[in-house]
């Protein structure tokens, strides 16, 4: 298995709250991405990032933003979270565009 | 409008079975994927095709990428309880104006297969 971790694994926040979440890799893999999931949408992806500090917008980026300081670690944080941002967030990894990416086990949040 | 449609939505067979689930554009993919997840995973990468009409078989499952590298089709022969999971397929294209390849995921097929 790829070498993935997702924190935390669930949280509940309450609306409102800031909220992030943390991918760590340890494969060196320059490609990171954020995705979310949810029934009868599938898996949309919210942000990426292509390097240290290289980051871009995904299809869905409204209400999230990302950080990424360091090849191994890529922080996803909700400024202010809100009842639709219930999901399950997945972070991936991949060696090159496009490429197959490896995800890690997901993040389950709800927002009350 | 989805990029990438997946049918059927839901399949539930009986073990032995054979199936076929497709995923369909009107878009060209320089590559397409296939991905199997199960129930609180992540998606698991299965197979890549990257040529039009490229035929790839992992055991009892058979890939196959349209000529025109717009569709794809995942047909597995005896279906085992064990196959089931959400299969979802995902393809690679060039983002607009030029930016970076990023992959866009169907909805996916949710395939029981009952002992």
């Known amino acids: 298995d790829a070498g993935i971790t997702q924190s935390p694994r669930h949280k509940v926040t309450e609306t409102g709250t800031p909220v992030t979440l943390r991918c760590h890799q340890t494969?060196?893999?320059?490609?990171m991405y954020w995705y979310r999931q949810d029934p009868g949408h599938g898996l949309r992806l919210i942000h990426y990032?292509?390097?240290?500090?290289?980051?871009d917008k995904g299809e869905v980026s409204d209400g999230y933003s990302v950080s990424r300081s360091k090849t191994e670690d890529f922080l996803l944080t909700l400024e202010s979270a809100t009842s639709s941002q219930t999901s399950v967030y997945f972070c991936?990894?991949?060696?090159?565009?496009?490429?197959?990416?490896?995800f890690g086990q997901g993040t389950r949040l709800t927002v009350v | 409008t989805q990029l990438l449609e997946q049918s059927p939505q839901f399949l539930s067979i009986q073990e032995g079975e054979n199936l076929t689930v497709y995923c369909n554009s009107s878009?060209?993919?320089?590559?397409l994927q296939w991905y199997r997840q199960e129930p609180g995973e992540g998606p698991v990468l299965l197979v890549t095709?990257?040529?039009?009409?490229e035929v790839k078989k992992l055991k009892r499952l058979t890939f196959q990428f349209g000529d025109a590298r717009k569709d794809s089709s995942l047909h597995i022969t005896a279906a085992q309880p064990g196959d089931t999971g959400l299969y979802l397929c995902?393809?690679?294209?060039?983002?607009?104006?030029?930016?970076?390849?990023?992959?866009?995921f169907g909805k996916g097929t949710l395939l029981t297969v009952n002992p």
């Open positions: 991936a990894i991949s060696k090159g565009q496009g490429a197959e990416a490896f």
């Open positions: 494969e060196n893999h320059r490609y």
């Open positions: 990032s292509y390097g240290v500090k290289d980051t």
């Open positions: 878009s060209v993919f320089s590559s």
């Open positions: 095709v990257v040529t039009g009409g």
């Open positions: 995902a393809g690679a294209r060039r983002g607009s104006g030029g930016s970076n390849y990023k992959l866009t």
